[in-house]
């Protein structure tokens, strides 16, 4: 059974939407927990007459502890062997959820999926991310080449329960998808799949996270990305540099983005230290990139985010 954890605060205006995407689903054997987190408007209201009308559906009320508390909430009181996550500003494309619960339920060795989302800017720009047919029996390859931290969503994606076990969202941390899924792949004991079929819809929150983004933010999202990097420094070590410099070129931008809007302390450290050695050559990278990262290796990163910030 797949149970579809939706926490839920604040979001009277879209929550009918988002529910009806769900309901539309086809889905029979699911169970669909609505986590009203303390919302004050009228959501609580709208997840019983939801629960009341449909038997899928079951409203949990609790005290307001944020999106990983409710996630948390959720995973705990839902009984399927699968699971996945809908926020609930966002809305299902029609006929996604079944085709891709019949490919896990046909194919035990996935053990998470993930599929193509649509990002809506509430200006009348649509962009889908694009994410293509591909199967990944090594997560460091699933992590690296197909630069899943780029899209660390919790939402697009179904799990088996199993890859959840003594995992749990951060109380308290925001970018918490970032912290999660490199714990997640570890309790990956078969492949990750991702799939183009069907479409997560995306709305962009004006006074969301990623554009309000605070200093503690920012150290939150730095601090799951250098956890990442310090634990894989053996694995990284044993590839080719061009396999984790896209990576590194990531978390350097996250790094000079925060100490320029904020001065947040330089905790990143050079490529060739978590590398162990440095290549140049055959690396391909932009030649803006290329020159941070060398500028970095050289003079340090601390003193590249202060440069930069002068600019």
């Not at 409203?59 to 699968?82: C, F, K, Y």
Request: include cysteine; aromatic fraction near 10%.
């Amino acid at each position: 059974m797949l149970s579809i954890i939706i926490p839920i605060y604040n979001v009277e205006q879209t929550l009918d939407r988002c529910l009806q995407s769900v309901a539309s689903q086809g889905l029979e054997d699911c169970e669909v927990i609505m986590v009203d987190d303390g919302s004050p408007d009228g959501c609580g209201e709208i997840c019983d007459r939801w629960a009341a009308k449909d038997r899928r559906f079951k409203a949990v009320h609790q005290r307001n502890g944020g999106l990983s508390a409710a996630r948390n909430t959720g995973i705990e009181q839902s009984v399927g062997d699968l699971l996945t996550f809908i926020d609930s500003d966002d809305y299902l494309a029609p006929d996604t959820l079944l085709p891709l619960l019949r490919r896990m339920e046909n194919d035990n060795d996935i053990d998470i999926l993930e599929y193509n989302v649509v990002k809506h800017d509430g200006k009348g720009v649509d962009k889908s991310l694009g994410i293509g047919e591909a199967e990944w029996h090594d997560v460091s390859d699933y992590w690296f080449r197909g630069h899943a931290y780029v899209h660390t969503y919790s939402w697009n994606k179904i799990y088996r329960r199993a890859v959840f076990s003594a995992v749990r969202f951060p109380v308290g941390k925001n970018f918490e998808d970032v912290h999660v899924l490199p714990l997640l792949l570890d309790n990956v004991k078969g492949k990750v799949v991702t799939t183009s079929h069907g479409a997560y819809h995306y709305i962009e929150n004006p006074k969301g996270i990623t554009q309000n983004a605070t200093n503690e933010d920012y150290q939150s999202l730095l601090d799951a990305h250098i956890s990442f990097l310090d634990s894989h420094c053996k694995e990284i070590n044993s590839r080719d540099l061009d396999f984790f410099a896209e990576y590194y070129a990531h978390v350097l931008n996250i790094q000079i983005t925060a100490f320029s809007r904020y001065g947040a302390a330089v905790r990143l450290r050079a490529m060739s230290d978590y590398a162990g050695r440095w290549r140049i050559r055959g690396v391909n990278l932009g030649t803006v990139t290329m020159m941070k990262i060398v500028f970095a290796r050289l003079f340090g990163v601390k003193l590249l985010c202060r440069l930069l910030k002068m600019l």
